[in-house]
């Protein structure tokens, strides 16, 4: 009955640790998002409502963040950076890692790299754990031929347990593949 009790208490602990470090890496979605109407047919910050199947003003919708953000997501993927920013203003977590890590990323992409670095600053601020905001300011410090502070964000993802995250890949990439920590 003991080896029992303890067993259950090990594999609880386990699975406890595992789920912390989990959320310790912050989110890491590594999947390019696919492609919806929101892309395909919407327009001018539009995004793509399945309910009322048209394309709806994102401000004035009822959808939630989390579909506001994955539009808003697939929008910078699609390098319409701007319909992006306005589909992010349109979200109520205006304060998140992920809204400031994305509205860094769509202002940086869009040609506003000081204003994208304001933004990933401010992500690492409310979540110093956030890594995809330490990836992409890495790659930006980079762009910006600011190598070693660059190299100091993949060491920061490192030691957030991000190593085998695809936050981590894209950096140690745009370093030219060669960890020197």
């Known amino acids: 009955m003991n080896g029992k009790i303890i067993l259950f208490t090990l594999s609880a602990f386990a699975a406890s640790v ?31 409502d399945a309910k009322r199947n048209r394309c709806v003003d994102a401000k004035r919708s009822d959808l939630g963040d989390d579909v506001l953000f994955d539009a808003a997501r697939e929008l910078a993927y699609a390098g319409q950076y701007e319909n992006a920013i306005k589909v992010l203003g349109a979200m109520n977590e205006q304060q998140s890692a992920r809204v400031l890590n994305y509205l860094g990323y769509s202002n940086r992409k869009a040609g506003r790299m000081e204003l994208g670095m304001q933004y990933y600053k401010r992500a690492i601020q409310a979540d110093e754990n956030y890594i995809l905001a330490r990836s992409y300011m890495g790659q930006a410090l980079i762009e910006q031929g600011r190598v070693e502070e660059g190299r100091a964000q993949l060491v920061e993802i490192r030691d957030r347990g991000g190593e085998g995250t ?9 370093l030219g593949g060669v960890r020197q920590y």
Not at 25 to 40: I, R
Not at 166 to 174: C, G, I, K, T, V
């Open 18 to 48: 595992g789920s912390q470090a989990a959320l310790a890496v912050g989110d890491d979605n590594s999947a390019p998002p696919k492609k919806t109407k929101t892309t395909t047919q919407c327009r001018d910050g539009k995004v793509w």
């Open 166 to 174: 695809w936050a981590y890949r894209a950096l140690l990439e745009s």
